[in-house]
């Protein structure tokens, strides 16, 4: 498409702007996007395992535990993503087409049984008494985490397509992630001006 601008007496043709999707937001392959987030939950999980220690709080423990269960989520999505590009041979003629909702299926066996752990650390914690948990900690490390995944998010969003399962489940449960930081940061927020309220961290890993 073009269009025509009189200058003077002879008609300048000038191309026309390609339109720009409203869908993009990050231009990277499935791949590159998976890897990025990959690298954002490695960095977390040491640090909020070692705060969550020194802190006392089950809340940020059961993070750094869902993070590193994601980082083994994303690596089963990246490998499934490198079984669906292998060309069809003779013994698999049609390929691997199902290896990203295979994927998707053990990543929700992951979580369900990481979910079923903390749970049964939590209602120990909730009979037993949490003891003291540091609420200004809780409340800085996982506002950062909180940060961090909608990061994660915004980049997994890629170019809003939403037909591979396998990239939605990670979507999804990098979104929940985000969501669930920032519970856990506005209950260290609580038990920091209370100076008490302890048994909130554990009712807050317990919601993780």
Do not use: C
């Amino acid at each position: 498409m073009q269009i025509d601008v009189t200058f003077g007496t002879a008609p300048l043709h000038l191309p026309a702007a390609r339109p720009v999707s409203s869908r993009t937001l990050v231009p990277m392959s499935k791949s590159a996007r998976l890897g990025v987030v990959l690298g954002l939950n490695l960095s977390l999980i040491a640090a909020l395992v070692i705060v969550g220690v020194a802190a006392h709080s089950l809340g940020v423990i059961a993070e750094g535990i869902d993070y590193l269960a994601d980082a083994a989520a994303i690596v089963i999505s990246l490998i499934a993503i490198r079984l669906a590009r292998i060309p069809p041979t003779p013994r698999h003629p049609r390929g691997y087409p199902k290896a990203t909702m295979i994927a998707a299926l053990v990543n929700a066996g992951w979580l369900l049984a990481l979910a079923i752990l903390v749970a049964a650390g939590s209602m120990r914690r909730l009979v037993a008494g949490a003891g003291h948990v540091h609420g200004l900690a809780v409340l800085i490390i996982s506002s950062v985490a909180a940060l961090v995944m909608l990061l994660g998010a915004f980049i997994l969003r890629g170019d809003g397509d939403d037909t591979d399962l396998n990239m939605r489940a990670v979507l999804l449960d990098t979104a929940a992630d985000a969501a669930a930081a920032a519970g856990v940061a506005i209950v260290g927020a609580i038990i920091y001006i209370a100076q008490g309220a302890y048994w909130l961290d554990p009712l807050a890993a317990l919601a993780i």
